[in-house]
């Protein structure tokens, strides 16, 4: 059998081991030229007269097949390899001229450029009236008049290249004892060199064809019409077969300027910069100098190389960009460079390439910044940019977007950068934080710096995370500084824990809440037909009363009293037939209860220092009030998220119970406690939001408890000219013994009667100048001054009063009960209604005020923050790289994958 070979995409990375030389833009691959692989008989005439002329056929062709690996083996290795030619017992095998092959570039409408016929050569063996041949890479057989393939050439078309893998022939002796076939790969290189000179040389030429003449042109034209079918037009024409291909390259321009190296920035008069590309520039106007020498000037330095096949002249540019390559800022270009053909080259920078920073160009550029760069002919350019950095002298630590943002921590960061050239040791950044409602807190002013980054053009991000609930509430101001700059100045306003409503506050975790009732003043009074007499400038114990018959004074006698009272030397219970009495004094010791009236029917004067006076008595009832604390977990929103908890203080009331609180017990309006302040603090645990709700009673059983004098001048004079009766004298206060129903609850967290609780802070701490409430009740502006809490702050000019509250911590609750406002009032009506002040009464909102107060943790033990800082980015500078292959001079598509082998055989 005749053996078969590999086919030409099997036998590809076989030629990639030889050293074909390959043209700029063109891959060539494994085109056998075999430069002639001629059969040498080193023995002679002799080693021709061992082959028999009978032979057997199969034996033939194995030997065939056996010569054929020998030479394919030898074109791929490059190594010698023995041929079984001397047992072969046919005709002499011997090497023929026969065969030669053109190719040619063409374009319809120019001048073609061929490289002529170049020669084959066939090996051939004859057979008992058959020829077996080795001719361009195939095995061919002839017999009959006719030609066969028995192994296919490697040629070929991909859609796109010619693919030639052509095998030439040559006979030589190499003096060895047998056959042997022998790689020339010189001659093979010089081959293909020569068929890329000629397509080099025909920029023109778009098509291709090549012509193969041979005794075996039948089984080549068998062979290649199979091949190339619809993809190329295959003719014959007597011994020649030829296969065209129409437009499978483009035009191209003989001339080619590269790129071919990129030797970065230089200063001015072209001298290498102190640090490569690192461009210390002025950006403050135009620079001293001009475009002489100035050190405004600076130049790019290239080296252009042509590697065409034509003298020429070509521009040179090079263009500046932003470091996104979004935006072209500056260029320079170098006019008409000349170049010679075939690798010349020239080098140039300053002057050729320079650029002089004028005012409106340094407008374009930034110290700290990178920017990137082309070079350009009209044929290439740089394929990776190269990248320069724009900064001071010397090393300058610039800050900038200084922003803040508050969530559970207030965050502080900016950015911080060495906008100079030089590396210097690190820096530090630090924060200067300014308390703008009160004294700045000297934890703020202990804050640790930030290290930053000393490298040159080298950011770092520096930040400061500070826990906001360990933050006083209100206004803030700061700056971040290094040594050499400042950034703007930004405030923020902080209401860590506190969001005061018009009925609620919204507390965050972590927040210390004190709340204080600081008055209830809530009671009715009368006038009795009773009246009572007093000794004013005088002792009792050192006078006596005298029954004179005609004084101004009697008595009405009460009963024994142990702790003090009045003794007679006559029977002072008598009424009928006993001794009267002539005379009355004090005894300490205990006596009778007397209770002196002045009237017209007296008949007692008394004879000590003194005078006695009578005051009318009044009573006054103080109704039951409770107060209670509602809190209430509840979203970043202010919406409830959880069942509410209701606060009633054990320490607010009466303190004598045991295990169960009466409802007396929990009653503050009582006359003995009128001016105590109910205190009662906790600390939040969750964002919570508080009110207040407080209920007035209604009260079956009231019991005196004590005796108050108020005369003329003496306690609260302006109430009394409103009233029916002056309200000087005696006033007998009686507080609930049992309580029952509720007259009116104000919860503030209802809409029911919002209208009848208000809500004052800072921002909200107007009072209007409220009427009076009943006789010897204190208004809301008098409970407000009570003690040292003082909130009262004084009045603006047009009456108005105003509330002295510390900024998110302080909120002042004010209810009224004893006149409940009709449903759908609006809160701001009600509140005028009490700026009646022409008469006393309700509403007056008097009725109970309560003080919160939400304080953080004390100022003295805020941690400083601790900083958080960045290593920094640094910055990338280099020269531009170029992808071209500057040892090449092609640079073209020939449109055809050449490789050749030449094989000698000897």
């Not at 778009?206 to 290649?224: A, D, N, P, R």
């Not at 330095?301 to 935006?327: P, Y």
């Not at 109910?678 to 939040?684: D, L, V």
Request: hydrophobic letters at 30%; glycine letters at 10%.
């Amino acid at each position: 059998m005749v053996g078969t070979r590999r086919s030409s995409r099997g036998r590809k990375s076989d030629a990639g081991e030889r050293g074909a030389s390959s043209i700029i833009g063109v891959l060539l691959l494994f085109t056998l030229v075999i430069l002639g692989a001629a059969v040498v008989f080193v023995a002679g005439s002799a080693m021709f007269d061992a082959i028999q002329t009978q032979v057997n056929s199969e034996q033939t062709q194995k030997f065939v097949e056996e010569t054929d690996q020998g030479i394919m083996t030898a074109a791929t290795t490059g190594k010698n390899q023995p041929l079984p030619i001397d047992e072969m017992q046919a005709e002499k095998p011997m090497i023929t001229d026969d065969g030669s092959i053109n190719v040619t570039w063409y374009n319809e409408s120019g001048p073609s450029c061929s490289t002529g016929e170049k020669s084959l050569r066939a090996l051939e063996f004859e057979l008992d009236g058959r020829t077996i041949a080795h001719q361009g890479g195939g095995v061919w057989k002839q017999a009959n008049g006719r030609t066969t393939v028995v192994s296919e050439p490697q040629i070929g078309y991909d859609g796109e290249t010619l693919q030639l893998q052509i095998l030439q022939l040559e006979e030589g002796d190499f003096g060895a004892s047998e056959a042997v076939a022998k790689a020339d790969h010189s001659k093979a290189t010089d081959l293909t060199e020569e068929i890329n000179t000629v397509a080099q040389n025909c920029p023109n030429g778009t098509s291709v064809k090549f012509t193969i003449e041979s005794s075996y042109h039948e089984g080549w034209y068998q062979y290649l019409d199979s091949e190339f079918g619809t993809e190329a037009n295959v003719t014959t024409d007597g011994d020649a077969v030829t296969v065209e291909l129409t437009d499978i390259r483009e035009p191209f321009d003989p001339a080619k300027f590269i790129v071919k190296e990129d030797h970065g920035l230089r200063g001015p008069g072209g001298k290498a910069l102190a640090e490569d590309q690192r461009l210390a520039r002025s950006l403050a106007g135009k620079g001293k100098g001009g475009g002489k020498g100035g050190n405004d000037v600076f130049s790019i330095k290239t080296t252009i190389k042509n590697v065409g096949q034509r003298d020429e002249s070509q521009d040179v540019t090079a263009t500046i960009w932003d470091d996104e390559l979004n935006k072209k800022l500056l260029n320079t270009t170098k006019d008409e460079l000349s170049v010679p053909k075939n690798g010349g080259e020239r080098t140039i920078g300053h002057p050729e390439l320079k650029f002089e920073l004028d005012a409106a160009a340094k407008e374009k550029l930034d110290h700290g910044e990178t920017y990137k760069y082309f070079i350009e002919t009209e044929d290439d350019r740089t394929e990776t940019p190269g990248t320069f950095y724009v900064g001071t002298p010397d090393s300058y630590f610039n800050v900038s977007n200084a922003s803040h943002k508050i969530d559970e921590n207030v965050t502080i960061t900016a950015d911080v950068q060495n906008i100079g050239v030089e590396n210097t040791s690190d820096g530090r950044a630090d924060l200067e934080l300014e308390y703008l409602d009160d004294e700045t807190p000297d934890a703020y002013k202990r804050i640790s710096p930030n290290t930053v980054n000393g490298s040159y053009g080298a950011t770092t991000t520096v930040e400061w995370t500070i826990n906001a609930s360990r933050m006083i509430r209100g206004d803030y101001e700061y700056s971040i500084t290094t040594a050499d700059d400042k950034s703007v100045t930004k405030t923020f306003t902080l209401n860590t824990g506190v969001d005061p409503s018009d009925t609620e506050l919204v507390l965050d975790a972590g927040n210390e809440v004190n709340v204080s009732v600081m008055g209830t003043e809530v009671s009715a009074e009368g006038p009795t037909r009773e009246q009572r007499a007093r000794l004013v400038d005088g002792d009792k114990t050192n006078g006596k009363w005298k029954q004179s018959g005609r004084g101004e004074w009697g008595f009405t006698n009460q009963g024994w009293n142990e702790n003090g009272g009045w003794r007679s030397d006559g029977d002072l219970r008598c009424s009928y037939y006993c001794d009267e009495p002539t005379e009355i004094w004090w005894d300490d010791d205990g006596g009778w209860d007397l209770e002196w009236t002045k009237s017209r029917y007296g008949d007692w004067s008394w004879n000590g220092p003194g005078t006695w006076q009578q005051h009318r008595v009044y009573n006054k009832r103080w109704a039951p009030v409770t107060t209670e604390i509602i809190t209430q977990p509840v979203d970043e929103n202010g919406n409830p998220i959880g069942e509410s908890n209701t606060i009633q203080p054990e320490s607010w009331g009466s303190e004598n119970y045991e295990s169960y609180r009466s409802p007396e017990d929990q009653n503050l309006n009582t006359h003995d406690t009128r001016d105590k302040i109910w205190k009662y603090n906790f600390t939040t645990e969750d964002r919570i939001s508080l009110t207040l709700s407080s209920t007035l009673y209604s009260c079956s059983n009231y019991q005196k408890t004590n005796t108050d004098l108020y005369t003329d001048g003496e306690y609260y004079p302006y109430h009394d000219t409103w009233s029916r009766y002056n309200g000087n004298g005696y006033w007998d206060h009686y507080d609930c013994a049992n309580m029952y129903g509720k007259s009116l609850e104000v919860d503030a967290a209802t809409d029911s009667n919002k209208a009848n609780v208000r809500v004052r802070s800072s921002e909200n701490n107007t009072v209007p100048e409220l009427r009076a409430g009943h006789q010897r009740q204190q208004s809301a502006d008098e409970v407000l001054e009570r003690g040292e809490e003082d909130l009262f702050g004084g009045k603006y000019e047009n009456g108005t009063g105003y509330l002295d509250l510390e900024k998110g911590k302080e909120f002042v609750f004010m209810y009224e009960l004893t006149e409940e406002a009709p449903p759908n009032t609006d809160p701001e009506e009600f509140w005028k209604e009490a700026e009646e002040t022409d008469t006393p009464g309700d509403p007056n909102f008097n009725d109970v005020i309560v003080l919160v107060e939400v304080d953080d943790i004390p100022t003295e033990d805020i941690v400083s923050p601790i900083p958080v800082g960045e290593e920094g980015e640094t910055v990338d500078v280099g020269h531009g790289e170029s992808d071209d292959d500057s040892s090449d001079p092609s640079g073209f598509d020939s449109g055809v994958e050449v490789e050749t082998d030449k094989i000698i055989i000897g």
